[in-house]
């Protein structure tokens, strides 16, 4: 079974302060992809990482850095949080196997709120 | 700009019902279309589509993707109060790289028993 993890179900925190949300995944994978999701607008793209060391803006970058160190962990940083970042944060794996390729699976997701 | 949309956006049945649940999509190379299910957490993946995988089926769940019209149903019969979820469309190009799948805002699906 695909296993993806991520550091905390619940967070809060205060406005200005530095964020970081982790991701843990143990199949190998070499994709990671963070999304945060808001009702209304669905799941929206933040940044996603091809490999160790490797990242790409998705569809909303703006206040986020990412940091991919190890081929395992994929790291969400907001560095000065503001309260338009409270949302559900998601993070995903993907296989490039070709049997598996596309299938992409999720952690539970953080919520995060900032007060 | 790629989009994926969902139809309806909600939906209300009795246990026992089938529903079809339909999405769209509008990308600039199609590689393949996913749909998921959401409780209350993260999405599960169901089934993936390609080009070369046009139905798919588990239990009392199936999809089917129509290329020509660009959409893809999912299907559910014989519905049960577990059913009820969120269900969520995505679509992946082939433009190269590893981007992230595009999604559609979902269905909200309602099983009243």
């Known amino acids: 079974d695909v296993k993806v993890t991520q550091s905390s179900r619940y967070l809060v925190k205060r406005t200005g302060e530095k964020v970081f949300l982790e991701c843990v995944q143990d199949?190998?994978?070499?994709?990671m992809f963070w999304y945060r999701q808001d009702p209304g607008l669905g799941l929206r793209l933040i940044y996603f990482?091809?490999?160790?060391?490797?990242?790409e803006k998705g569809d909303i970058p703006e206040g986020y850095s990412v940091s991919r160190e190890k081929k395992e962990r994929f790291s969400l940083i907001l560095e000065s949080a503001s309260t338009n970042q409270t949302s559900m944060y998601l993070c995903?794996?993907?296989?490039?196997?070709?049997?598996?390729?596309?299938?992409?699976?999720f952690g539970p997701g953080t919520r995060l709120t900032v007060t | 700009e790629d989009k994926v949309v969902q139809s309806p956006l909600s939906l209300v049945v009795h246990e026992g019902d089938t529903v079809t649940l339909n999405c769209s999509y509008e990308?600039?190379?199609?590689?393949?279309l996913l749909w998921y299910k959401q409780e209350k957490k993260a999405p599960t993946f169901l089934f993936m589509l390609?080009?070369?995988?046009i139905e798919k089926k588990s239990g009392r769940l199936s999809s089917i993707l129509d290329k020509k019209e660009l959409s893809s149903i999912l299907n559910i019969t014989a519905t049960q109060t577990g059913d009820s979820a969120i269900y969520l469309c995505?679509?992946?190009?082939?433009?190269?790289?590893?981007?992230?799948?595009?999604f559609g805002k979902g269905t909200h699906l309602i099983i009243q028993p």
């Open positions: 990482s091809y490999d160790v060391k490797m990242k």
């Open positions: 199949m190998d994978h070499e994709n």
């Open positions: 995903a794996s993907r296989s490039l196997s070709r049997d598996r390729v596309n299938e992409q699976y």
């Open positions: 995505a679509v992946v190009d082939s433009g190269g790289g590893a981007d992230g799948l595009t």
């Open positions: 390609t080009s070369s995988g």
């Open positions: 990308v600039t190379n199609f590689r393949s």
